[in-house]
Nanobody
Protein backbone atom coordinates (compact mmCIF):
# COMPACT_ATOMS: atom_id res chain seq x y z
CA UNK A 1 0.00 0.00 0.00
CA UNK A 2 1.28 3.43 -0.95
CA UNK A 3 0.73 6.45 1.27
CA UNK A 4 1.09 9.98 -0.05
CA UNK A 5 1.25 13.05 2.17
CA UNK A 6 1.19 16.56 0.74
CA UNK A 7 2.51 19.68 2.43
CA UNK A 8 3.30 23.28 1.59
CA UNK A 9 -0.10 24.73 0.84
CA UNK A 10 -1.26 28.05 2.23
CA UNK A 11 -2.45 31.56 1.52
CA UNK A 12 -0.48 33.73 -0.90
CA UNK A 13 -1.09 36.95 -2.79
CA UNK A 14 -1.47 36.98 -6.53
CA UNK A 15 1.93 36.97 -8.19
CA UNK A 16 3.48 35.05 -5.33
CA UNK A 17 4.99 31.58 -5.16
CA UNK A 18 4.48 28.36 -3.26
CA UNK A 19 6.23 25.01 -3.24
CA UNK A 20 4.18 21.89 -2.64
CA UNK A 21 5.79 18.64 -1.58
CA UNK A 22 4.51 15.09 -1.56
CA UNK A 23 6.19 12.38 0.49
CA UNK A 24 5.55 8.77 -0.47
CA UNK A 25 5.91 5.62 1.59
CA UNK A 26 5.30 2.00 0.71
CA UNK A 27 5.43 0.64 -2.79
CA UNK A 28 8.25 1.29 -5.23
CA UNK A 29 8.13 5.05 -5.69
CA UNK A 30 10.92 5.15 -8.25
CA UNK A 31 8.83 3.18 -10.74
CA UNK A 32 5.63 5.25 -10.54
CA UNK A 33 4.41 8.00 -12.78
CA UNK A 34 3.52 10.87 -10.43
CA UNK A 35 0.98 13.60 -10.94
CA UNK A 36 -0.45 16.69 -9.31
CA UNK A 37 -4.14 17.45 -9.63
CA UNK A 38 -6.32 20.19 -8.22
CA UNK A 39 -9.97 20.64 -7.42
CA UNK A 40 -11.72 23.95 -6.88
CA UNK A 41 -15.13 24.17 -5.20
CA UNK A 42 -17.90 23.07 -7.53
CA UNK A 43 -15.46 21.89 -10.19
CA UNK A 44 -14.07 18.56 -11.27
CA UNK A 45 -10.60 17.43 -10.30
CA UNK A 46 -8.19 18.46 -13.04
CA UNK A 47 -4.67 17.51 -14.09
CA UNK A 48 -1.98 20.05 -13.28
CA UNK A 49 1.36 18.37 -13.92
CA UNK A 50 2.95 14.94 -14.27
CA UNK A 51 6.43 13.46 -14.24
CA UNK A 52 7.84 10.15 -15.45
CA UNK A 53 9.53 7.63 -13.19
CA UNK A 54 13.02 9.02 -13.81
CA UNK A 55 12.05 12.66 -14.19
CA UNK A 56 12.97 12.64 -17.84
CA UNK A 57 9.54 13.58 -19.08
CA UNK A 58 7.12 16.14 -17.69
CA UNK A 59 3.67 17.33 -18.72
CA UNK A 60 1.66 20.39 -17.76
CA UNK A 61 -1.83 21.67 -18.15
CA UNK A 62 -1.98 24.65 -20.51
CA UNK A 63 -3.23 26.84 -17.67
CA UNK A 64 -0.03 26.37 -15.63
CA UNK A 65 2.59 25.77 -18.31
CA UNK A 66 5.47 28.18 -17.85
CA UNK A 67 4.49 29.01 -14.27
CA UNK A 68 4.62 25.63 -12.49
CA UNK A 69 7.49 23.13 -12.36
CA UNK A 70 7.21 19.52 -11.26
CA UNK A 71 10.25 17.60 -10.02
CA UNK A 72 11.00 14.42 -8.11
CA UNK A 73 13.71 12.94 -5.92
CA UNK A 74 13.60 9.15 -6.02
CA UNK A 75 16.24 8.86 -3.30
CA UNK A 76 13.93 10.73 -0.92
CA UNK A 77 10.63 9.42 -2.33
CA UNK A 78 9.34 12.93 -2.91
CA UNK A 79 7.71 14.85 -5.70
CA UNK A 80 7.46 18.64 -5.67
CA UNK A 81 5.46 21.30 -7.45
CA UNK A 82 6.95 24.75 -7.63
CA UNK A 83 4.25 27.31 -8.38
CA UNK A 84 5.21 30.81 -9.52
CA UNK A 85 3.16 33.80 -10.65
CA UNK A 86 0.13 32.46 -8.86
CA UNK A 87 -3.31 33.69 -9.86
CA UNK A 88 -6.61 33.69 -7.96
CA UNK A 89 -7.87 31.02 -10.37
CA UNK A 90 -5.14 28.69 -9.06
CA UNK A 91 -7.04 28.50 -5.77
CA UNK A 92 -7.93 24.85 -5.11
CA UNK A 93 -7.12 21.79 -3.09
CA UNK A 94 -4.01 20.24 -4.63
CA UNK A 95 -3.57 16.49 -4.66
CA UNK A 96 -0.55 14.30 -5.24
CA UNK A 97 -1.24 11.04 -7.08
CA UNK A 98 0.71 7.93 -8.03
CA UNK A 99 0.18 5.77 -11.07
CA UNK A 100 1.64 2.27 -10.87
CA UNK A 101 1.75 1.89 -14.65
CA UNK A 102 4.83 3.83 -15.86
CA UNK A 103 2.86 5.87 -18.40
CA UNK A 104 1.58 9.40 -18.35
CA UNK A 105 -1.99 10.01 -17.29
CA UNK A 106 -4.15 13.10 -17.52
CA UNK A 107 -7.34 11.93 -15.86
CA UNK A 108 -7.85 10.98 -12.20
CA UNK A 109 -9.10 7.52 -13.12
CA UNK A 110 -5.61 6.56 -14.35
CA UNK A 111 -4.09 6.94 -10.89
CA UNK A 112 -3.99 4.34 -8.17
CA UNK A 113 -3.07 6.23 -5.01
CA UNK A 114 -3.94 9.69 -3.71
CA UNK A 115 -2.90 11.99 -0.93
CA UNK A 116 -5.34 13.84 1.29
CA UNK A 117 -4.78 17.17 -0.43
CA UNK A 118 -3.43 20.54 0.60
CA UNK A 119 -5.28 23.85 0.26
CA UNK A 120 -3.81 26.62 -1.88
CA UNK A 121 -5.53 29.99 -1.72
CA UNK A 122 -4.43 32.89 -3.89
CA UNK A 123 -5.82 36.29 -2.95
CA UNK A 124 -6.24 39.10 -5.47
Amino acid sequence: QVQLVESGGGLVQAGGSLRLSCAASGGIFSTYYMGWFRQAPGKEREFVAGISWNGGSTSYADSVNGRFTISRNNAKNTVNLRMNSLKPEDTAVYYCAARVAPYSGYVPQRYDYWGQGTQVTVSS
